[in-house]
């Protein structure tokens, strides 16, 4: 039950973001088609969509040794927003992940069209930090992994 719980949460927090992305309608009779040009933007964004591929590739990545080293016991996730999901289906920590990337890609995409400056020049660090963070994740599961005698 509580597998299910958190997959409908990430689901809807991943759709309430979906409107937000697709920008305001337009006045009546004139109505802008809520999937229409806002993610049109966004999917034309090239820079960002090379970060928001980096960053699923590498979060794919670490979950997938994250939870083969869990599996061998003994281990101690260190992210607070993984933690609590390790006892959950694979499914539902691929998911959460996902859907977290998916916000941190619309505030990257925000930041990108700001009317400041400072924060349009800044855009790509937090998505960055994701990449690094996921990186380095990987990296860490997998030295624990190899000296453990893991895959």
Not at 23 to 48: H, S, Y
Not at 109 to 128: C, D, G, Q, T, Y
Request: charged fraction near 20%; aromatic fraction near 8%; hydrophobic fraction near 45%.
């Amino acid at each position: 039950m509580r597998s299910r719980s958190q997959v409908a949460w990430v689901l809807l927090c991943t759709l309430a973001a979906i409107p937000a992305v697709a920008g305001p309608k337009k006045a009546k009779g004139t109505r802008q088609d809520v999937m229409g040009e806002g993610l049109a933007r966004l999917f034309r964004d090239k820079p960002l969509m090379v970060l928001w591929a980096s960053m699923s590739t590498f979060n794919a990545m670490d979950m997938h040794v994250t939870i083969e080293a869990q599996a061998a016991g003994g281990f101690h996730e260190d992210n607070p927003l993984v933690r609590p999901l390790l006892g959950q289906p694979a499914p539902a920590i691929y998911l959460e992940q996902q859907g977290m990337i998916a916000g941190l890609a619309l505030v990257g995409h925000k930041m990108r069209e700001s009317k400041h400056r400072f924060i349009r020049a800044l855009w790509w660090v937090p998505l960055a930090f994701q990449v690094q963070a996921n990186l380095r994740g990987w990296l860490r599961d997998r030295r624990w992994l190899s000296h453990r005698g893991g895959p």
